[in-house]
């Protein structure tokens, strides 16, 4: 399978998801209104129920269509309001999550060698994927795991816990964060938030049993204690609570009990596939099942001892709970079975880890952590060259090579961009540098509205790394914005709309828009929408090509002048690019240059986004087809392509430059 696969597949566990909650609710209304029934109808026949009602059948005495209503209504009522709640008290994406599960953010620039170790893997991850850097989390809990969260890869977060980033080595690490990554790159995470929601507005209906069962408990004791004796009419009262409640608790944890089971189902099939995700990506199994391994080595394994583990324990890289009943609940395949499935050779014995020589081992290799032995920096004077196919084959499915190169790439930037790119004032500084134009009227404007916006230490500073981010090869700027992300989230909502505004001068200052001066607004804008504005919660709408060609024009139209400088050569990009539409001939043209532009790119995009899967991938390839019409690709045209692509939530690894 390929990530468009993985995404329809993805989708489709959704819906059933939704089915079999919509199934749970109905059969929990039932089971309660029988509930109900039974208890108002026991209290009928000792109370003495009239003698029509005595001689009907038994199913016609329990039916009671009013009390069904009601209890339905209001059973219903009761379980979407506590998915509601649940999963609105995590709508912020995956930093919630971890901040329920006890994590704190590990700051972009910090200088723990351990710290700096594993956030040095997710910026290489997160760079050879294409996709925004994720903010770190840590969980201070013994054992080894891990988890990814959020609901797009926009607002994804990476936690691990302490053990998990002490106890492994880099390769073991890496092998772990390539596994959540590849949660992030399938369409895993939203999936496990609206488990987390359904799971909870079921177990809702049993804490309401429960507090029925104990709130009739604490009456009768009342009533006892105040008249020595149970009372007629008080006691039947009681009685009834006390059944009605016991029923109702049980018939709530019945169905978070088969619930559970459902989430341990889709749980494991969804680990088997990252672990292979993990491997491909890194083309170094030892790495993952070296950190299996000494899961099953450590007297804590993967254990977590947050209260709220259980509701997110399908989440995490390894099963985050003690013990399962007869396995049906594990919401992990056995370590063993993972561990086979890599490497069949396994005999399942685990060796002991001690785990004050295991730190003791990896606090050293991450003091050298920045010794990769990797590819060498790419050279400068490279051109891109792309194979249309091969390059949409690629999205969401990075390969060893595209880390190879990221890691380059990121050594390659100098160390003084490097670190204040992962400084919250200093990332400001390096997107305004990104910006600042060659044109020395253009610039002096540009120069003056920064030291505006600047305090004065600032701005000194920005202007003594100026020469060094102007000198940056072109193929490392779209990565340095991708760095920028978690810094950049640290903004509060005031300095980010100080910030979006100046970035907006800064590229119009010349009163035009570059191909770069777009791409970079439009990746700022999408990186930090789900963190300052309103979260984008895409649903499919299009299921054709069809219902979005007017759009797919208005794309197709700008990217074949983007990258064309004659209308003939233009004509033919576009033509390249909409055969891959799959839509009758004639279907789509060319539109005027002048309707071409990049300002009428943004509504174009939001609509093409909500395309289903499988229609996406021909809406990429089709803009693949258009950027690579004249065999040549300028790295304008790919830092374009891929801005497109993670508008789509189609994340592209980079497009490696090759020797001409």
Not at 57 to 85: C, D, H, K, M, R
Request: charged share 20%.
């Amino acid at each position: 399978m390929d990530f468009f696969e993985h995404q329809e597949t993805a989708r489709r566990k959704t819906k059933l998801l939704v089915f079999y909650f919509v199934l749970a609710v109905a059969l929990i209304v039932l089971a309660v209104y029988l509930a109900f029934a039974v208890v108002f109808g026991l209290a009928q026949l000792k109370a003495g129920s009239p003698q029509h009602i005595q001689h009907l059948p038994l199913g016609q005495q329990l039916w009671n269509p009013q009390l069904f209503l009601g209890v339905a209504v209001g059973t219903i009522l009761v379980v979407l309001l506590g998915s509601s709640y649940k999963i609105l008290s995590l709508a912020g994406g995956g930093a919630n999550v971890a901040t329920l599960l006890g994590g704190r953010p590990i700051s972009p620039d910090s200088r723990d060698a351990t710290e700096r170790k594993l956030l040095n893997i997710v910026e290489e991850m997160a760079i050879a994927s294409g996709l925004p850097v994720p903010p770190v989390f840590l969980l201070d809990e013994p054992g080894i795991n891990a988890f990814a969260a959020g609901y797009t890869p926009k607002d994804a977060v990476i936690g691990v816990t302490r053990g998990c980033m002490e106890l492994l080595n880099r390769d073991e690490l890496q092998g772990v964060i390539a596994h959540e990554f590849s949660h992030i790159l399938n369409g895993d995470m939203r999936l496990n938030i609206r488990l987390m929601g359904v799971l909870h507005g079921i177990l809702v209906i049993g804490i309401l049993g429960y507090l029925t069962l104990r709130g009739a408990l604490q009456i009768g004791r009342h009533v006892r204690g105040g008249s020595g004796k149970k009372g007629g009419g008080a006691g039947a009262v009681i009685i009834a609570l006390l059944v009605l409640g016991a029923l109702i608790w049980v018939i709530g944890y019945v169905g978070v009990f088969f619930g559970n089971l459902i989430k341990s189902a889709v749980s494991r099939q969804r680990e088997f596939l990252a672990d292979s995700s993990s491997v491909q990506f890194t083309r170094n199994p030892a790495g993952i099942t070296g950190a299996l391994a000494k899961i099953g080595g450590l007297t804590q394994g993967s254990r977590i001892k947050n209260q709220h583990a259980e509701e997110a324990s399908h989440m995490f890289f390894g099963n985050a709970l003690a013990t399962s009943w007869f396995g049906l609940m594990a919401t992990h395949p056995p370590l063993t079975e993972r561990i086979k499935r890599i490497d069949p050779s396994f005999e399942g014995k685990f060796p002991a880890v001690d785990a004050v020589s295991a730190r003791s081992r990896a606090g050293t290799a991450a003091a050298h952590a920045g010794v990769t032995g990797l590819a060498a920096a790419p050279a400068a004077g490279r051109k891109i060259t792309m194979n249309a196919a091969a390059t949409v084959l690629q999205v969401g499915a990075p390969q060893p090579q595209h880390r190879d190169y990221a890691v380059a790439l990121r050594d390659s930037i100098p160390a003084r961009v490097l670190a204040e790119v992962r400084d919250p004032y200093g990332a400001r500084t390096v997107i305004y540098g990104l910006l600042i134009d060659a044109d020395k009227e253009v610039r002096q404007k540009q120069l003056q509205r920064l030291e505006t916006a600047l305090d004065a230490p600032l701005y000194k500073a920005m202007l003594r790394l100026l020469p060094e981010i102007q000198a940056l090869r072109p193929e490392c700027r779209l990565p340095l914005i991708d760095l920028a992300v978690p810094a950049l989230q640290q903004m509060s909502p005031s300095q980010y709309a100080e910030f979006r505004g100046v970035v907006k001068e800064l590229a119009e200052a010349d009163q035009e828009i570059s191909l770069f001066e777009y791409t970079l607004q439009r990746v700022v804008r999408q990186n930090l929408e789900s963190r300052f504005g309103k979260p984008q919660r895409r649903q499919v709408a299009f299921y054709s090509v069809a219902g979005v060609k007017q759009q797919c024009e208005q794309l197709l139209s700008t990217l074949a002048y983007a990258g064309q400088h004659e209308a003939g050569d233009a004509e033919r990009a576009f033509r390249a690019g909409a055969a891959q539409l799959g839509l009758p001939p004639g279907t789509v043209g060319l539109l005027p240059e002048a309707e071409a532009g990049l300002g009428a790119l943004d509504q174009a995009l939001e609509q093409v986004a909500l395309l289903s899967p499988p229609q996406k991938r021909k809406v990429l390839a089709a803009c693949v087809e258009c950027i690579a019409a004249d065999h040549e690709v300028t790295v304008e045209e790919a830092e374009l392509l891929r801005a497109v692509a993670a508008s789509l939530d189609c994340p592209m690894p980079p497009l490696m430059a090759e020797a001409a």
